[in-house]
């Protein structure tokens, strides 16, 4: 059975830090890409940061700058470092596995809530 169970959320200042995890079982997790996602109330999930099994990043522009994805093979972990924080930051994190040909294989976390408020 596969499982990506995030970490780390929680509540932080606006100009804080945070950094969540993913543990993921199940997988052959250094094959996968895995990627966070945010998805705010009322809005659309949106792509956070992604990392290849080679350890190629991908960053949409808006995230540019003030995230961080890294992933450690030996500990079936992806992390994301979330610097600067604001309060448009505030959503849900997901975390997201997908097989790097066979992209049905796409799995995801429960999500951990990030609050940024003063």
């Known amino acids: 059975q596969v499982q990506l169970v995030e970490s780390g959320g929680g509540l932080v200042q606006p100009g804080g830090s945070l950094r969540l995890s993913c543990a993921a079982s199940?997988?052959?997790?250094?094959?996968?890409?895995m990627g966070w996602y945010r998805q705010a109330p009322g809005k659309q999930r949106e792509l956070v940061a992604s990392i290849t099994s080679n350890y190629i990043t991908n960053y949409p522009e808006s995230m540019k700058g003030r995230f961080a994805i890294s992933r450690d093979n030996a500990k079936n972990t992806v992390y994301l470092q979330m610097n600067s924080l604001k309060p448009e930051d505030t959503a849900i994190y997901y975390c997201n596995a997908v097989h790097p040909v066979l992209s049905t294989y796409t799995y995801w976390g429960q999500g951990t809530q990030v609050t940024v408020s003063s």
């Open positions: 199940g997988i052959s997790f250094s094959r996968y890409t």
